[in-house]
C-alpha cells in the first residue's frame, strides 16, 4: 500500500505543478498564435504550419529510442536495478546523434533540388523560395531531435511537471522572439521560422546542460558508457514504439499535408486555430494522464494490479467528464474566435463540432494505450495503427471532399474509435489476469 500511496502522492503532486504551467502555457500559445498572424499574414503562417508538420517526421526516426528509455529507466527504478541507467543514456544520445547528422546532410544535399512551392501548391502566395525556411526548420528538428531525450528522463523519474517547465520556457523565449521582431521589422516568414526555432533549442540545450552536471550527474551520456548490448535492450521495446509512432504521425500531422493540397494554405491556418482552441481539453487531460504512464510501469513491475485498477477508474471517469467543458466550448467557440482573431479568419461550425468530438475520442483511447504503454504489451495497438494510417489517407480524402476541412478531423476520430475498443478490451484483459495469446504481448 505504502508504495501505491506514494505514487498517487506523486502523481498529484506533477497533476497541480503542470497545470499551472501548462495553463500559462496557454495563455502564451493564444497570444503567438494572433502575433504570428499579425506578422506576416494567415496565408503565410498555414505555409509555416504545413512545413513544421512536414519536418516534424523527423522525430519518428528515433526508432523509439525516447520511449524505450522512458519505459528502460521507469522499470529500473521500480526494482532498484540501477546499474544500466548511464548505459542506456549515453547509447540512447550517441544513436539519436547519428541518426540525426545523416537525415540532416542527406536532406541538405538532395532537398535543395525539389521546387517546393510547388510542392506545397503555394507559388502564388509568396514570391521568392521556401527552400531557407525547409532548411532552417530542418536544422532546428534535427537538433531538437537530439536533445529531445532529457524530457522523457524526467518524466521517467515521476517527474512530468519539469518537461512541461521546459517547455513554457521555450514558448515564453519564442514570445520575447516575436515580440522584438513585431517592433523591429517587417512581417517575414523567414525571421518568424527563425525566432520559433531558436528559442526552444536555446531552452533545452540550456536544460540538459544543467541537468547533466548536476541532479542527473549520475546518469550524464558519455562515449565510454556507450553500448551495442544496452542498444539491443533499448530497440526491443522501442521497435515496437517506434512502428506506434509512425503511424501515429500519420494520423495526426498527414492532415494538414492533405488539407493544403486539396484546399490550400489558408484552410490549414483554419484547421489548426480550431485545434489550437480544443487542445485545451486535450492538454488538460494529457497533464493529468502523463504522470501515469511511468507509474503503470512501477506498478506493473512490482505486480500492483489492484493500483492500476483504481487508477484506470479513475481516470475513466475524468475523461467521461470531459464531454461538459467540450460541448461548453463548442457552443461559445465562435464569441472565442471573434475575440481571439477578428475576422482575420472564419472557422466553420461543423469543424468546431468534430474537434469537440474528437479531443473526448483522443483522451478516452490515451487513458488505455499509457496502460499498455507503461506495461510495455504493444503488439494489438501496433497492428491496429498500422491499418489505421493505411486507411486514414484515403478516407481523410473522401470526407473532404463531401464535408471540407472538418472531413479529415471526422476520419481521425473514427479510427481512433475503433482503436479503443480494442485496447478496452485488452486492458480488462491484462487487469483480470485473463490476457493470454496475442492479447498479452
Known amino acids: ?112 533540388f525539389l521546387d517546393w512551392n510547388a510542392l506545397l501548391r503555394i507559388q502564388g ?94 546518469m550524464a551520456p558519455k562515449w565510454k558508457y556507450v553500448e551495442p548490448s544496452a542498444a539491443k535492450g533499448l530497440l526491443t521495446i522501442g521497435g515496437a514504439f517506434f512502428i506506434i509512432q509512425v503511424g501515429t504521425l500519420v494520423l495526426y500531422e498527414t492532415d494538414t499535408i492533405i488539407i493544403t493540397r486539396m484546399l490550400g494554405p489558408l484552410a490549414v491556418t483554419r484547421f489548426n486555430n480550431a485545434f489550437k482552441y480544443f487542445s485545451v481539453i486535450t492538454l488538460g487531460f494529457t497533464i493529468i494522464a502523463t504522470p501515469y504512464w511511468s507509474a503503470f510501469t512501477d506498478a506493473y513491475a512490482r505486480g500492483d494490479l489492484e493500483w492500476i485498477k483504481a487508477s484506470m477508474r479513475r481516470m475513466r471517469l475524468v475523461c467521461c467528464l470531459l464531454m461538459l467543458p467540450a460541448g461548453c466550448m463548442y457552443y461559445g467557440a465562435d464569441l472565442f474566435y471573434h475575440w481571439w482573431l477578428g475576422n482575420l479568419v472564419e472557422i466553420p461550425g461543423i469543424l468546431s463540432l468534430m474537434m469537440a468530438i474528437y479531443t473526448i475520442v483522443q483522451g478516452w483511447m490515451m487513458i488505455h494505450a499509457y496502460l499498455l504503454n507503461g506495461a510495455g504489451k504493444l503488439r494489438i495497438q501496433l497492428l491496429l495503427v498500422i491499418a489505421a494510417s493505411v486507411i486514414n489517407i484515403p478516407l481523410s480524402v473522401w470526407l473532404i471532399r463531401v464535408m471540407g476541412t472538418a472531413g479529415t478531423v471526422l476520419a481521425n476520430s473514427i479510427l481512433m474509435f475503433i482503436i479503443s475498443v480494442f485496447l478496452t478490451w485488452q486492458c480488462e484483459l491484462i487487469m483480470q489476469k485473463k490476457a493470454t495469446g496475442i492479447w498479452s504481448r
Open 1 to 112: 500500500m505504502d508504495n501505491g500511496n506514494d505514487r498517487d502522492r506523486g502523481i498529484k503532486r506533477n497533476i497541480i505543478y503542470t497545470f499551472l504551467i501548462k495553463g500559462l502555457n496557454i495563455l502564451i500559445t493564444f497570444v503567438l498564435v494572433r502575433i504570428a498572424i499579425d506578422y506576416v499574414s494567415p496565408v503565410q503562417y498555414g505555409i509555416w504550419l504545413v512545413i513544421a508538420s512536414l519536418v516534424a517526421w523527423i522525430n519518428t526516426f528515433d526508432i523509439g529510442l525516447s520511449n524505450g528509455l522512458r519505459n528502460k529507466l521507469a522499470h529500473a527504478a521500480a526494482l532498484g536495478e540501477t546499474g544500466d541507467v548511464r548505459k542506456y543514456v549515453s547509447t540512447t544520445y550517441a544513436i539519436l546523434a547519428a541518426i540525426s547528422g545523416t537525415i540532416f546532410i542527406l536532406f541538405a544535399l538532395t532537398g535543395s
Open 125 to 218: 502566395d509568396i514570391n521568392y523560395s521556401i527552400w531557407p525556411v525547409m532548411l532552417i526548420t530542418m536544422g532546428s528538428f534535427c537538433m531538437q531531435f537530439v536533445l529531445q531525450p532529457i524530457n522523457n528522463i524526467l518524466i521517467a523519474l515521476q517527474q512530468p511537471f519539469k518537461a512541461s517547465l521546459i517547455a513554457f520556457s521555450g514558448q515564453l523565449l519564442t514570445l520575447l522572439f516575436i515580440g522584438i521582431l513585431v517592433y523591429t521589422t517587417h512581417g517575414s516568414l523567414i525571421l518568424l521560422v527563425l525566432a520559433v526555432c531558436a528559442a526552444p533549442l536555446l531552452v533545452l540545450g540550456g536544460v540538459t546542460f544543467y541537468l547533466f552536471t548536476s541532479d542527473l550527474k549520475h
